[in-house]
């Protein structure tokens, strides 16, 4: 748990980085601290390791004050990330991510299989150990920073945009990624961003901050979408937020409704099953293909309503979202439905995804 | 004149004997030798730690450029004149004229290192000399180097003024030619002290690629690199002005 308690910051030149900020990151839980440029969210993040310290108030890590003790014995029990990652350039990329176990006292072997261990964790390819960091894409450094903060196995990870100078499929890639391995290691994780978008897809509680660190609401994502308390954080969650919300209402009163379907191991296309209706063309592994339209021609699925989570990748899985871009995006006037492994469940209607929408609605 | 300088070089007495071109390059090479050595001493952790705690800087830069205008004639006579003649007022000359550059190399290669691998550093626990000695030297490495290559070559090539107070050293030939309108032989000097120099560069260039940690170093033994070629050179950048906090 990382505590912030009235904690201000005004630097040796007058400027106020902080005012008073008071609040708290709970165990295993990553928060997201989320606000516009120079509002203080680095100067914030960076008082939990000491890297800035604070003129006012106090900083608790698992209920202890930070400013008591030696600021390197802090750091290494807590992961720090940066955005331009940092990475020693003259280090191999084993080697880098060994830095913090060898600063604990392990011998240099033991810290290598640390790494190895970590790097693997981390997604990073056996081959890539032994490069140099210049040799690396953006993204593959920013995996080798998350690496070597995970290193020294600390309970509590302090990332300062890790994510934002990749590009954004890499972004999204690195953020499943950082979800998954959350799942396993349920870590602290204080994570500042100013993008909006990840901060509702990484945080369990997002902390929208103001300039001077003046906390403007800090709740849950889908709270924070459903009930902006003004319109400094309307405004900054956007005018899409309605859309947005509904990734986190599950679809579970949703009925899925039959169509009329073929199967087609051979990709025949002779015409419909169903005359003058559209129909789904299956697979030989009961997949959908294509919709057949009702002259016979082949059309695109659209996407697809994926009904469980199981799948990772699947980012609105199970929820309205999913079930209304399946609905929207079909030629057909309504989305196909599939399950986890992508075998065909059903049919989604337009009327059926708009009347939960519509019960759903925030009052 | 050039078959004279011919004559000059192939006399046999000229290979031999304490006056001969071995023993003249050896002492050169070696108050060369001795007055980078003090000089690195001094200037290269000087530089360091100027260039990690980017604590007068500005001093450096004055004082470096200070000494690299004194006359080194000048600075020898006034030497000689408080220490005496012996070995000691050539090498402070030398040893003032080497300073700057070795200086301003480290000064600007640490200070030069990569400001988010020493934010990392110092935010995942090392301490102040574990970041200087494990990050920003390292990457320092290439502009020391390139100080002390121009530092030398400074010297080997203004090392001729020991022979002004008596001592050995290519310079012999160039104040005793001079002395007796011998041509050839200050001619001849000089030529050696030319070759001396490129020997001296190509030589500090080969075992500069030794030295320099990470991708672009040489290596005798041992897995090549094979990505070795798809890495940028590192290209040292100024010392950006850093927040005070750390
Ligand atoms: N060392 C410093 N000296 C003076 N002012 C500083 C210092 N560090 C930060 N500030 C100021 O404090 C305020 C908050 O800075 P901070 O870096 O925390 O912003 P931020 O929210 O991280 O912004 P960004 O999204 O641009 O990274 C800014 O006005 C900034 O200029
Ligand atoms: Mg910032």
Redesign the interface.
Known sequence: MIEFRDVGKR??DGTVGLESLSLTAREGEITVLVGPSGCGKTTSLRTV?R???PTSGAVLLAGRDVAQGDP??????IG?V??????????RVIDNVA??PV?QGLSRREARARAAEVLERVGLDDALA???P??LSGGQQQRV?VA??LA?DAPVL?MDEPFSAVDPVVRVELQDELLRLQADLGKTILFVTHDIDEAIRLGDRVAVLRVGGRLAQFAPPDELLAQPVDDFVSGFVGRDRGYRRLGFLPATALRLVDLPTRADANGDTAGPAVPGEWTVLLDGSERPAAWLGPDGARHDLGSVYVTDGDDAAADAAGTLRGALDAALSSPAGRGVAVDGAGRYRGGVDTDDVLALLDRSAPR | MLGRLVEWFSAPAQWSGSAGIPTRVLEHLGYTLLAVAIAAVIALPLGAVIGHTRRGGLAVVGVANGLRALPELGVLVLFVLLLGLGLLPPTLALVLLAIPPMLAGAYSGVAGA?P????????????ES?ILL??EV??AVPLVLGGVRFATLQVVATATIAAYVGLGGLGRYIIDGFSVRDFPQMLGGALIVAVLSIVVELVLQLLGRFVT???DRLRLRG?P?R??A???S?VPTPPSPER???
């Open positions: 630097f040796a390791n890297m800035v310290e390197a014995e802090l750091r290494r029990g720090y940066i955005q331009q990652a940092g990475l020693f350039p003259h280090r830095t913090v600063l032994q490069r140099w210049a040799q920073g070597r903060a020294g302090l | 990569d988010g691998a020493v934010d990392a550093a110092r935010g995942m626990g090392m301490r574990q494990q990050v390292p990457a940690p990470g991708p897995r690199d990505h070795a798809a890495a940028p590192s005070p906090d750390r």
